[in-house]
């Protein structure tokens, strides 16, 4: 594994404080105490928007650009691929081993395409306009959900961490996948051993951390929209 070898503030990360993919990223880098400038983008404002949609004309968030090595990396996983190989740290969030690697990899995929994803297409449906709302959609992703976290909770019955005995990427992942599900379906009433792990989540520094500071935007979550 390289070492870390460049500067210590050539990281930047571009990205906003209620961003669920962003704050995996957040708590990565805070396992590891990896220093790196937060860029906050704010997409309402047009000239804000336009810069970034220039840099990463996809526009998503997070996104990370490493100065030292003049790389720009998308996508929460593969940064936090990044930041394994170039600024390993003494938390290993992906070990060595191929197995168990694959893994971790395997638990990251399936709580961001079943969860992460899922709780995502329910919460942004609410900004759109009332007319323009997909139920359908979102009756389907509710559906998913449910069925993901039955999957989730018989794993946590017998595991303290989302690949095993030890907190690696896939936690990551959970952290506000799950803290996010929980404003949608109270973990707590249907699945316990989830709701557990959840509470070992927001106990943990790093992700406590992205939690306190993305607390003055919590307002801005949308809420279930009135009744028709």
């Known amino acids: 594994m390289t070492h870390r070898r460049y500067t210590p503030m050539s990281l930047t990360l571009y990205m906003h404080p209620l961003a669920s993919y962003c704050h995996k990223v957040l708590v990565a880098l805070y396992e590891n105490g990896t220093p790196f400038r937060p860029h906050l983008v704010d997409l309402a404002n047009a000239e804000a928007r336009d810069a970034f949609y220039k840099r990463w004309p996809i526009g998503r968030f997070p996104l990370l650009h490493d100065d030292a090595r003049d790389q720009q990396i998308p996508e929460s996983s593969i940064i936090i691929e990044y930041l394994a190989q170039h600024y390993p740290g003494p938390v290993v969030l992906i070990?060595?081993?191929?197995?168990?690697?694959?893994?971790?990899?395997?638990?990251?995929?399936?709580?961001?395409?079943?969860?992460?994803?899922?709780?995502?297409?329910?919460?942004?449906?609410?900004?759109?306009?009332?007319?323009?709302?997909?139920?359908?959609?979102?009756?389907?992703?509710?559906?998913?959900?449910?069925?993901?976290?039955?999957?989730?909770?018989?794993?946590?019955?017998?595991?303290?961490?989302?690949?095993?005995?030890?907190?690696?990427?896939?936690?990551?992942?959970?952290?506000?996948?799950?803290?996010?599900?929980?404003?949608?379906?109270?973990?707590?009433?249907?699945?316990?051993?989830?709701?557990?792990?959840?509470?070992?989540?927001?106990?943990?520094?790093?992700?406590?951390?992205?939690?306190?500071?993305?607390?003055?935007?919590?307002?801005?979550?949308?809420?279930?929209?009135?009744?028709?």
């Open 95 to 228: 070990p060595a081993d191929a197995d168990a690697a694959r893994e971790v990899r395997l638990q990251d995929r399936f709580i961001d395409i079943y969860v992460h994803d899922q709780v995502q297409k329910i919460i942004t449906d609410r900004l759109r306009p009332s007319d323009q709302h997909d139920r359908y959609g979102v009756a389907q992703a509710r559906d998913r959900l449910h069925v993901s976290l039955g999957i989730l909770e018989k794993r946590m019955g017998h595991h303290a961490w989302a690949a095993g005995d030890s907190f690696s990427m896939a936690d990551c992942a959970a952290a506000p996948a799950l803290f996010y599900g929980n404003l949608l379906i109270p973990l707590e009433e249907e699945y316990p051993h989830t709701a557990a792990y959840l509470l070992r989540l927001m106990q943990r520094p790093s992700f406590d951390r992205v939690l306190r500071e993305a607390e003055p935007y919590m307002h801005m979550v949308p809420k279930e929209p009135a009744a028709a």
